[in-house]
């Protein structure tokens, strides 16, 4: 009790002595998301249902730093749009015992638009948890005679760039009642948990120390509407689930598979704490 | 006089054995979240301990601490307090006790225990995210404790 206040004091102190040093202003920018004239909502009050946890949201965009920021606002520059164009092939692409693509069912691929603000969500009648990626290879197996893609394979983040962008600057408004409300309690208690040998949860670093660096990492709120994102560091596209594997794997311990019921129902949770951010529809984090 | 020297031999020969014998993390005694004994028995290297504090695949103390002593290192992070004058707070007691088990000190504190082995949730294999099985190899070495230990109490002002 005694050190604990001590503390407070020192961080205090603390941070104090951070303004001699001259070290980066660590709050995240003020900047407006803009691309093509249109402005993308990457601040939002907090949900009701985070209880004050954090007292608004921002999307990870915000933190990054001003070339990333600006590769994002020009679709010519932001690198993840190649795999959006990759993921039109695809979408169009025959294959399977069926004869049929995408296409055959569902049109353009305009008719996702919403999907990604919505989802992941739990199929009534299946009782799965069901994110884009899920969809796909639910119609691949079923309609189309087709083999199921890697969850991390490049297939898969083409169809979920594609899909993602047609959702662009629409809110995400995942839903926390009904089904989906046994798999948020899900997610929420893995979010809090404190794994591995570090002994570290996905809250001790998003919604603790937000707005702090860590070594040279400015961290952020650990959002997911800018998923998939284009990461410069592994010059690739990343999926939610993907991303939750390097942050697991970060705390040394044993991460949980992408696709696994637990990190389903971790994005199911992480996507409803950012109710009311836009979809970004493939953004570019360093 | 006689007697003596011989009780003396007995402490020197008991003394150097714990050098050999260094304790083990489960063996550790806390009092109050500090540890009075040297984990190691051979006194820690500041310049060691520098680099313990600085190197990422080691405590990586600067991924979370900046300090005016450690300014050479570059990008501390800000997750937690700056440890300028850590040395005037703190006694090297508590400091060993702050690394082994930082949350012995301060309740539920994201700062990570570098001498411990068990009592973990999904514990694994270092960095690759495979599972590890407990007992899993302390993050410091008793000897890196002492080193660290040892350049923290440089950190006074």
């Not at chain 1, 709120?221 to 800018?226: D, E, H």
């Not at chain 2, 103390?61 to 440890?83: Q, R």
């Not at chain 2, 949730?121 to 040892?150: F, N, W």
Request: negative net charge; aromatic residues 8%.
């Amino acid at each position: 009790m005694k050190q604990r206040k001590i503390t407070t004091a020192l961080a205090a102190t603390a941070m104090l002595g951070f303004a001699f040093t001259g070290a980066a202003f660590a709050e995240p920018v003020d900047d407006a998301l803009v691309i093509d004239g249109t402005e993308i909502t990457i601040r939002a009050p907090a949900p009701a249902h985070l209880n004050g946890a954090l007292p608004d949201l921002v999307s990870g965009w915000a933190f990054r730093d001003t070339e990333t920021r600006a590769m994002q606002m020009d679709d010519f520059d932001n690198p993840g749009m190649i795999f959006v164009d990759r993921g039109l092939d695809t979408w169009n692409a025959v294959d399977g015992t069926e004869g049929k693509s995408c296409a055959s069912c569902h049109e353009g691929p305009e008719s996702m638009a919403g999907l990604r603000a919505v989802t992941p969500r739990v199929d009534e009648k299946t009782g799965k948890v069901m994110n884009i990626e899920a969809y796909v290879n639910d119609c691949r197996t079923t309609r189309m005679g087709a083999e199921a893609l890697n969850l991390r394979g490049a297939q898969m983040t083409d169809m979920l760039a594609l899909i993602s962008h047609q959702s662009r600057g629409q809110l995400m408004n995942v839903a926390i009642d009904g089904a989906n409300a046994p798999i948020y309690e899900q997610g929420k208690e893995i979010y809090y948990t404190r794994y591995g040998q570090l002994e570290m949860s996905c809250a001790n670093c998003h919604e603790d120390n937000y707005g702090n660096y860590i070594r040279s990492d400015h961290l952020s709120q650990g959002q997911t509407n800018g998923f998939p994102v284009y990461r410069l560091k592994d010059a690739g596209l990343v999926s939610p689930q993907s991303r939750f594997v390097g942050c697991v794997r970060d705390t040394r311990a044993e991460t949980f598979k992408a696709g696994s019921d637990e990190f389903n129902a971790l994005e199911l949770y992480v996507a409803s704490r950012g109710n009311g951010l836009a979809v970004e529809g493939v953004s570019v984090r360093h | 006089m006689k007697r003596q020297f011989i009780l003396g031999m007995a402490i020197s020969a008991l003394s150097a054995g714990m050098a050999m014998a260094q304790v083990a993390p489960e063996n550790v005694e806390y009092t109050d979240g500090a540890i009075e004994q040297s984990l190691s028995g051979t006194p820690g290297d500041a310049v060691e301990g520098k680099k313990v504090f600085a190197t990422a695949a080691l405590g990586n103390c600067v991924a979370c601490h900046a300090a005016e002593i450690s300014k050479d290192i570059p990008f501390p992070g800000t997750v937690g307090p700056a440890l300028d004058g850590a040395a005037d707070r703190w006694t090297e007691a508590q400091l060993r006790g702050i690394i082994a088990k930082s949350k012995m000190t301060f309740e539920g504190t994201i700062m990570p225990s570098f001498y411990q082995t068990a009592g973990y949730i999904r514990p694994g294999d270092a960095y690759t995210g495979k599972a590890g099985t407990e007992p899993l190899p302390p993050i410091l070495s008793a000897q890196q404790v002492e080193d660290v230990v040892a350049y923290l109490l440089t950190f006074k002002e």
